[in-house]
């Protein structure tokens, strides 16, 4: 019978589109009118922007300019940008990683994993993001060595729109064998998920 994993888990060019103007007024669907108000707000804060850069208050130019990308950011497709294997994880890209995907069976499995599009949502002088994982290991017959739900449950306000986000996945003990880790990313204020998964061999 296969021990069951101990895991832990540590939580750590500009481009803007106008409205299209109509030459015939005509309704607009839900979607059509959130875009147009993404555009419109997108199209602000580049032209406040502007307007600072012109009086020399380079400081509030940069937070508007960096706040305008999170707002163009989050409506990119969610997805994972990169699941590396790594041998050591000490902050945003900064990582030693491993070469190939096989670990000993003293070494945690420990896997770096960067999402993207994810929504950052303002909350009067503060951003917020808020996603959450869940997470399992399945082995070669199809059975589960471990699996948690709500494993990661990341809700965190940021005084920065500039906000490098990253999920450390560490899992130990886990007995020779092939194996898939498989984990799905919520995000909470976009309302979407992704799955995604990496395939591993513990000798």
């Known amino acids: 019978m296969k021990s ?9 060019f500009f481009v803007f589109f106008l409205p299209m103007r109509l ?6 669907t839900p979607a059509q009118k959130e875009e147009t108000q993404y555009h419109q707000q997108v199209e602000g804060l580049v032209t406040e922007a502007m307007n600072q850069l012109k009086k020399g208050n380079l400081e509030k130019a940069v937070e508007l300019l ?11 497709e969610f997805k ?9 994880i000490n902050g945003f890209r900064d990582y030693v990683k491993k070469t190939g995907n096989v670990i000993k069976t003293e070494e945690p499995l420990l896997l770096y994993i960067e999402p993207v599009g ?5 909350k009067n002088a503060e951003f917020f993001i808020w996603l959450s ?7 070669e017959n199809g059975e589960a060595v471990f699996e948690r739900t ?5 809700n965190k306000g940021f005084p920065n729109p500039s906000i490098p986000f990253f999920i450390t996945n ?5 007995p020779p064998g092939n194996y898939t880790f498989r984990f799905t990313l919520k995000d909470h204020y976009k309302k979407t998920f992704l799955t995604d998964s990496f395939e591993f061999i513990v000798e």
């Open 118 to 122: 994810f929504r950052v949502l303002r």
């Open 133 to 139: 994982e869940d997470a399992s290991i399945i082995d």
């Open 4 to 12: 069951k994993a101990i895991f832990s888990s540590v939580i750590f």
């Open 150 to 154: 709500n494993w990661v449950n990341f």
């Open 23 to 28: 030459s015939t007024p005509s309704a607009k």
């Open 170 to 174: 560490r899992v130990t003990d886990i």
């Open 80 to 88: 994972v940008r990169e699941i590396v294997l790594c041998s050591e």
């Open 66 to 76: 960096q706040e305008a990308m999170i707002i163009i950011q989050g409506n990119q």
